[in-house]
């Protein structure tokens, strides 16, 4: 079973930046697909943005333009950038390996929390 260890978050004004990274334990790390997702407290997880092994990218229309995925080989890393945050950004930030449809193909990590408020 892969786990994943998300980090970086944190509290930030509105109009802020931050950077999360992504590290999983397994050394396939860049074959997959890897997608962040977000929930806010009494709502449901969704995906905001996603890369493919080779570095095609996806983003929800909410973070579109304003979030940023990367991928990190050095570091066996996928990285989102995400800058002009909003209070409606606030959110544990998850990352995992997407599947075409339904949950994702590993188990939850912990999530970072994301904190946009003055």
């Known amino acids: 079973q892969v786990q994943f260890v998300e980090s970086g978050g944190g509290l930030v004004q509105p109009g802020g930046s931050l950077r999360l990274s992504c590290t999983a334990s397994t050394s396939s790390f860049a074959v997959y697909s890897i997608a962040w997702y977000r929930q806010a407290p009494g709502k449901q997880r969704e995906q905001v943005a996603s890369?493919?092994?080779?570095?095609?990218?996806n983003y929800a229309e909410s973070v579109k333009g304003r979030f940023i995925i990367s991928r990190d080989h050095t570091k066996n890393a996928v990285v989102l950038q995400m800058n002009e945050l909003q209070p409606e950004d606030t959110a544990v930030y998850y990352c995992?390996?997407?599947?075409?449809?339904?949950?994702?193909?590993?188990?939850w990590g912990q999530g970072t929390q994301v904190t946009v408020s003055s």
């Open positions: 890369i493919k092994s080779r570095g095609g990218s």
């Open positions: 995992n390996v997407p599947k075409v449809s339904g949950e994702p193909l590993f188990t």
